[in-house]
Each structure stands twice: as C-alpha cells, then as structure tokens.
C-alpha cells in the first residue's frame, strides 16, 4: 500500500513535470544557457558508444548519448556539478505558474492512468554518497546495493589518491531485465545489449542497471566510470576499463580474488605480458575485447599493489590530469623509474599470493 501510494504520488509529479516540460522546453533551454552561464552541449563523448563488457560482450558497458528527456528523470535538477534537493523541480518547472502546469499535469496524469503507460514507477528514491538512486524496487530488498555505493567513493579516493570532486551521479535501478531493455530500446535503439549503462546526460553522469544477481558487480563498474569521468577531464580508455575491472569485484576480491587473476598470473609464469603501449594506443571502444580488458586489469592492478615507485607513478600520474596539465603516457612515466618494466610486470605476478 504504501509503495502504491509513493508511485501514485511520483506518477503525479512525474505526470506534472512531464507536461510543463512540454511546455516550456524552449525557454527552459534559456534558462539553462543563463543560469550556468553556458548552454547545454553534447559531451565530448556525446555519441560514441563505449562498449564493453568483459564478459562475452554481456557486461557492463559505458554509453554517452542523448539521454531521454527530462521527463523521466523527474526529480533531477539542474546545474551541473550541484546536487539537488530531492523532490525539487526542474528549473523548468518554474518558467509557468504552478496552477497552469499543474493543471495540465492533471490531466497528463488521468491520460497516464486511462492508458496504462507513463514513465517508471520509482518505488524508492534515495541518496547514498554522491548517487541519487531511483529504483523501481525497494531499496531495503538488496541490500547490497546501499552498501556497494556508499563504499565505492571512499575506496576509489584511498587507492588513487586524488581529490573527489562535487559529484551527483543518478542511478537508476529496473525491477525487470525487460523494463531496462525496453527503456534502452526506446532511447537508445543502436546500442547494443549490455546489462547496464554509462551515459553523459547534459554533462552529468547516469547509470542504468537492473535487478540481477550481477547488479552490485555492473553498479560498481558502471559507478567507477561515473565517478573517474567526474573527477578527471579525461581518463585514458584503457585506463578507464581496467579501473572498473578492479573495482567492480566488492572489496574483499579486489586484490586475489579477480576471475582475470589466473589467466594473467598463468601467462606472466611463462614469460607473457600485455604491452601497455599497446593499450594505450586504443581510441575506440569496439578495439576493446576481452583480453584488452584483462590486460588493463592486470596493469591496474600491477599499479595499485606492484612496486611502490609504481604506484607512486600512477599516483602522480593521476594528479597532473586532475589538475588539468600534460602528462607523458604512463608506460613512459613508468620506464623512467623502472627500466625492466615487463620483467617487473611478470615478477609481481608470479609472486603475487594472498
Ligand atoms: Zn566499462
């Protein structure tokens, strides 16, 4: 009854703001030009489809494109880079008089419920950390996912010491594999199937998962996107895919646990290692397959627990980006201070045990 209640009550809002939208979309769009003192552009990723899964093309993958309209993000807000107030309205919403568009809005509601189609009911709507979750189930029944993301910020900040930055991720959360689908389907009908999303919408993260015994895995590596992307200008690919790969796996598999661990230790006992130049030469999502994944992973985790001249490179690494200056690529940073650096790769693997 009570779940009723909140989905009648966000249908409303959503059915109310659904209608101003309409209404007042272009001077909203002025609006957004004069309040953040820009207009709304496509992101720099805007368009590309950055694939991925490491899993048979089954897996988490990240997305930027035109994100649907406001309409279905009910309750985010505006500028970039602030939070919002839960419950609080798209600047839109105040270009009309409340009694107009809410009026309207009525009537958009009974249109919705005489026809049996709207936007998702969210159930729950829940801030955790930097993500603003909005899930068509309650929150309460997987547990997991409240404690994924409120560690998820924290490990990321201790393991490459770089500054979090103000950061409001939406994360929206389908009860149903089909409910997904057939929202992706309607937004996004070229992307090819992954189990969860990464997308840009005006600039601002979103992640788009559903229930699954995977989802806490897909909520970790599509939130470590979400969080590099808005604390960093830009983030290596490869550098991007391995650091989700690592964080994706809860805590306590991070570090042995990894299903990539025994192929990458297998192969540095035989002389193999991945050439990071070669990673780092990738520019598009489609060159990323399984074993450039792996590849990354490995080299992430060779950064994160391998030599400490290693972790300090990446560390410094990270910084400069973060600061907005030039940085040569890391395998040149790292040959710097470590000459063998292969010799060095297959050596932290090959001793690497719990
Ligand atoms: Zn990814």
Sequence with gaps: MLCWTISLKIQVVNALVAANVVLCRRKARRMDADET????????????????GSQAG?????????????????FARGDEGHM???????????????LASGLVGIIFCLFLAATGKGQTQWVEVR?????FCYAEFPLAEVPQIPRTLAQLEADLIRSLGIQPQPTAV?????????????????????????????VRRE??????????????????????????HSW????????????????EQPPGRRAFGHPHLRIVRLQAFFGRNPSLEKLEAITAMESMGEKEYRASWGWVHYLLHGPPEANEEFRLFLQTIQAGGLSPPLSVRLRNRIPKLEENFRHHFRSWHP
């Design 170 to 198: 939406e994360v929206y959360l389908f009860a149903e594999e089909r409910n997904y689908r057939s929202f992706v389907a309607q937004f996004y009908p070229d992307v090819p199937y992954r189990r969860a999303l990464y």
């Design 232 to 247: 960093l200008p830009y983030v290596p690919l490869w550098l991007d895919e391995g650091l989700a790969e690592y964080f």
């Design 58 to 74: 089954k897996k988490a993958s990240t997305l930027t494109g035109n994100f649907p309209p406001k309409v279905f993000s009910f």
């Design 203 to 228: 600039g601002r993260p979103v992640v788009l998962a559903y229930r699954s015994e995977q989802l806490d895995i897909d909520l970790r590596h599509e939130c470590t996107h979400a969080l590099l």
């Design 37 to 52: 003192g820009r207009i709304f552009r496509p992101s720099r990723f805007q368009g590309k489809l950055r694939s991925a």
């Design 127 to 131: 801030q955790i950390g930097p993500f």
């Design 84 to 98: 919002a107030q839960y419950g609080s309205f798209p600047r839109s919403w105040r270009c009309y008089g409340p």
